[in-house]
């Protein structure tokens, strides 16, 4: 993504007053995050947060139609794009001058674990990230915007820390 440099007066980060009311009120920033999702046909899903649409499937190797990225590939997508926006929101924070943001994202699986005929984890063993950032700062300013950026991305820290998932089974 291009950003435009900043010139002149520095202008309020756009994420400001939104930030300034949690500071106000802390209870404001707790939410909950939901999305619904529903098998369709073959291995398609569709999954539904805040009205907007996503779909999921898996390739024909697995049974799918191959018509959009699967889970394990959404889930790097959820990595690299809370990168961008993270890079972009931190940058703004910091009055870090960024031209460009690219983020690659990958991650080593054995699929027998998701098959179940081998004992290793279903999921990714490893994930690796490369961040690229283009703009007229010195290093040692991308590298302050990087860190604050690894403190702050909701999905790096979900996936960097042990989080607790909860699981109820309703039978209709």
């Keep these: 993504m291009r950003l435009p440099l900043r010139s002149g007066p520095m202008e309020p980060a756009p994420h400001s007053k939104l930030a300034a009311r949690f500071r106000e009120d802390g209870s404001l920033a707790r939410v909950t995050v939901a999305v619904t999702t529903e098998l369709r046909?073959?291995?398609r899903c569709s999954?539904?947060?805040r009205g907007h649409e996503v779909a999921a499937d898996e390739p024909r190797s697995f049974g799918g139609g191959d018509t959009a990225q699967s889970p394990v590939e959404l889930l790097l997508t959820s990595l690299a794009?809370?990168?961008a926006v993270t890079y972009r929101l931190w940058a703004a924070e910091?009055?870090?001058a960024v031209e460009r943001i690219g983020v690659e994202v990958e991650g080593d699986l054995d699929l027998r674990g998701f098959l179940g005929i081998a004992d290793v984890p279903a999921g990714y063993a490893a994930v690796r990230m490369v961040?690229?950032?283009e703009g007229p700062e010195t290093g040692d300013r991308y590298r302050e915007l990087a860190d604050a950026?690894?403190?702050h991305c909701p999905v790096y820290d979900v996936l960097a820390r042990p989080?607790?998932?909860e699981r109820e089974l309703?039978?209709?």
Excluded: H, K, P, S
């Design 81 to 83: 794009t809370c990168q």
């Design 41 to 43: 046909e073959g291995m």
């Design 149 to 151: 950026v690894d403190r």
């Design 131 to 133: 961040v690229t950032l």
């Design 47 to 49: 999954t539904t947060a």
């Design 163 to 165: 989080v607790a998932v």
């Design 94 to 96: 910091l009055g870090v």
């Design 170 to 172: 309703r039978i209709t």
